[in-house]
């Protein structure tokens, strides 16, 4: 009894977009940038998402699917990660070697298309036409980049939002589906 109504509230508290409970295979980010991507997948925007907090910009939390845990090597994140992984730009500390950018590029586009092939939903769409014609050697000069390629730099977390939507193609239906199903 006591177990089926905490399952219940549990759900309920899911439902809530005011709640801050996320569900097994998600968890909370800091993330700095929403990249708004057209249906044809084209960059068409990057929205700055931090928060002012005293003199500082600070990344917001966000929940989103579960992150990996990165001590070396490459481990992409699922519609949330850094520009080394997402764009294939290098951070600004200048610590990443070319080979491992378009190593983390590789995996990045990789588990999506395995994650989101045969997901039929528009965002999901986009995600797979901007990795397909994304092109890393020409990434920085990309007109949408250039205007915030410091910041983004800066190693933050980035989310994909499909132009004319409110909410992040990470939080669609179809995508979460996908998402629970291959964790």
């Not at 992150?67 to 294939?88: E, H, I, P, T, W």
């Not at 994304?134 to 007109?143: G, K, T, V, Y």
């Amino acid at each position: 009894m006591i177990i089926n109504t905490l399952c219940e509230h549990y759900e309920r508290l899911l439902d809530d977009e005011v709640s801050e409970v996320s569900r097994p295979d998600h968890s909370k980010a800091r993330v700095s940038f929403a990249a708004i991507l057209a249906p044809t997948g084209e960059l068409v925007n990057l929205i700055d998402l931090r928060e002012q907090k005293g003199k500082k910009l600070v990344a917001r939390d966000i929940i989103v699917p579960a992150q990996v845990k990165r001590a070396s090597g490459v481990a992409a994140n699922f519609l949330c990660d850094n520009c080394v992984y997402m764009f294939g730009i290098a951070r600004k500390d200048g610590k990443d070697k070319k080979d491992k950018i378009k190593q983390a590029f590789a995996a990045f586009s990789g588990l999506h298309r395995e994650i989101l092939g045969a997901v039929d939903d528009e965002g999901a769409r986009a995600v797979l036409a901007f990795l397909e014609n994304w092109d890393i050697a020409s990434a920085e000069s990309n007109l949408v980049i250039k205007k915030l390629i410091d910041d983004i730099g800066e190693g933050g977390n980035i989310v994909f939002r499909l132009q004319g939507d409110n909410q992040y193609i990470h939080e669609r239906k179809h995508v979460v589906q996908a998402w629970s199903a291959y964790c």
